[in-house]
């Protein structure tokens, strides 16, 4: 069993119920070190004291506050003097809707378990109450020296805290953002085509969809390297769209999105558009018709990535979003074979 990152007691009014907190989730990211160039010679990080050269033990380091004309020193035990509740107690302060904490003020995840079977009947009481009441408990806690705010939420039969950030440490955009279109308005013409487009993307929420490319590809290149062998060079990144170009991209992004499912409704009501597709983009068949017969005998691996992605797009294939080139190809491919 994992051991907790904290050991405390979470109380709600006089109840209280000792538990720990056990990190949510892990990082894959494949971690490198440092070297030479030209050598296998490792690069170390060391605690050197700047004036003398000399490298100092960890047991001597003290922490000190700049005030400009000197140094403020504290030891690490005078924090934990001052810590609230002597950095044992986790208080729920009081209970806010679900959907009240705007998602920005979420910072990282932890699991809550009970310390012993013993309380399993007093943890299990505030899951199920919260569950009930659709209520997270609103708390503060002392964990490393930090001060912590966070919200305490039933989910799927466990407690889980979400560290939240503190009011004063949300920035504000309209001052740290000098780009912002502040007036500017889309036209009611590219505001219905960019609603066609979002509704033609929907899907449901499945995180097993996704997955970190870049740590393959990273992989890729370290095996690729470790054999001698060239590794394929990402696509450039797209560019903007130009101002006078935005309804027809967006009307191709809509054509390119559009699923089988379109197609079949259309084709069962005799060609009348369906209610989600309806305006412009349903008025013009031939160009549809000339689209899709372009890349009906297209071989995927001549195709380009937009190419690809429409033909993904029309063959329903799900996660495509995130796809690279050669992903999108592996997935045609798949369901080529499969038919």
Do not use: C
């Not at 990152?5 to 070190?33: C, K, R, Y």
């Not at 959907?99 to 009947?121: C, H, N, Q, S, V």
């Not at 209520?135 to 560290?163: C, P």
């Amino acid at each position: 069993m994992a051991r907790p990152v904290w050991a405390g007691v979470l109380s709600f009014g006089l109840v209280s119920l000792p538990v720990g907190l056990h990190t949510a989730t892990d990082s894959h990211t494949i971690h490198f070190h440092q070297l030479q160039r030209g050598t296998s010679d490792r690069i170390r990080n060391r605690r050197v004291n700047e004036r003398t050269g000399e490298e100092v033990d960890a047991k001597d380091i003290v922490k000190g506050y700049d005030t400009g004309d000197e140094y403020v020193v504290v030891e690490p035990e005078e924090l934990d003097d001052i810590a609230p509740g002597r950095s044992e107690t986790l208080e729920i302060t009081g209970f806010v809707g679900l959907d009240e904490i705007e998602p920005i003020y979420f910072d990282r995840t932890y699991y809550l378990a009970p310390r012993g079977k013993g309380y399993a009947k007093v943890y299990s009481l505030l899951e199920q109450a919260l569950g009930r009441a659709e209520k997270t408990g609103i708390a503060t806690f002392v964990m490393r020296q930090h001060e912590y705010l966070v919200a305490v939420k039933a989910e799927d039969g466990l407690l889980t805290l979400h560290t939240l950030h503190w009011a004063d440490e949300i920035r504000d955009p309209k001052q740290e953002l000098d780009t912002l279109p502040g007036k500017a308005s889309a036209s009611a013409k590219e505001l219905k085509m960019a609603e066609q487009l979002i509704e033609a993307l929907s899907m449901s929420w499945d995180p097993a969809t996704f997955h970190d490319t870049f740590q393959d590809k990273v992989a890729a290149l370290i095996e690729a390297k470790k054999a001698g062998d060239s590794v394929e060079k990402a696509e450039p990144a797209p560019k903007p769209s130009p101002a006078v170009d935005l309804m027809e991209a967006l009307r191709a992004s809509v054509e390119g999105a559009r699923s089988p499912k379109d197609t079949r409704e259309k084709a069962a009501t005799g060609g009348s558009a369906s209610p989600r597709t309806s305006g412009r983009t349903a008025t013009k068949p031939a160009a549809k018709k000339r689209a899709r017969t372009q890349g009906k005998g297209h071989d995927p691996h001549t195709m380009n990535k937009a190419e690809l992605y429409k033909k993904a797009a029309a063959a329903g294939i799900e996660g495509r979003s995130s796809m690279t080139r050669d992903e999108l190809i592996q997935a045609l491919d798949g369901q080529r074979q499969a038919a």
